[in-house]
């Protein structure tokens, strides 16, 4: 009888836990959204920054695109009743125009490609 309660506490335990992970993925996303940012992944850590104080939140570490495109890395400390709180915002690749540029001109000459392309075939067909 003892096993199959601390199963089901066990199993208890564990589908709190995978639930309040989705719904702090929820809140961050959200939050990265208010600041015109695109969320790309978080990894739990317990040991993180301001886990000595922690009570019930729980520590991120958070990748993320900014406005500018550019991928950035947070700790993010969160729970249900907190809110999102971040610290260690930082860049961690920077998007330089002169990158931007060779992306414009790649589209540009993929495009130009398919055209001759099509002309070519329209060549071999007459």
Same mark, same amino acid.
């Given at each position: ?9 066990? %199993?208890?335990? !564990? ?10 993925e ?5 939050? %990265?959204?208010? =600041?015109?940012? *695109?969320?790309?992944? =978080?990894?739990? &850590? ?7 104080s922690?009570?019930i939140?729980?520590? !991120?570490?958070?990748? !993320? ?5 550019? @991928?950035?890395?947070?700790?993010? =400390? ?6 999102? !709180?971040?610290?260690?915002? &930082? ?9 931007? %540029?060779?992306?414009? *001109? @790649?589209?540009? %000459? ?7 392309? @099509? ?8």
């Amino acid at each position: 009888m003892p096993i199959v309660v601390l199963f089901f506490i066990g %199993l208890a335990i !564990y589908f709190r836990a995978r639930t309040l992970a989705k719904w702090d993925e929820a809140r961050i996303t959200d939050h %990265l959204h208010r =600041k015109n940012s *695109e969320f790309i992944s =978080k990894e739990w &850590r317990p040991f993180g920054k301001g886990w000595l104080s922690g009570g019930i939140d729980r520590i !991120y570490q958070v990748d !993320y695109y900014n406005e500018q495109g550019q @991928l950035c890395e947070m700790t993010v =400390k969160t729970s249900v009743l907190s809110g999102v !709180y971040y610290t260690n915002d &930082r860049v961690v690749q920077i998007v330089r125009p002169e990158d931007e %540029l060779v992306l414009e *001109e @790649l589209d540009d %000459l993929r495009d130009e490609n398919r055209l001759l392309r @099509l002309e070519l075939k329209k060549l071999k067909a007459h």
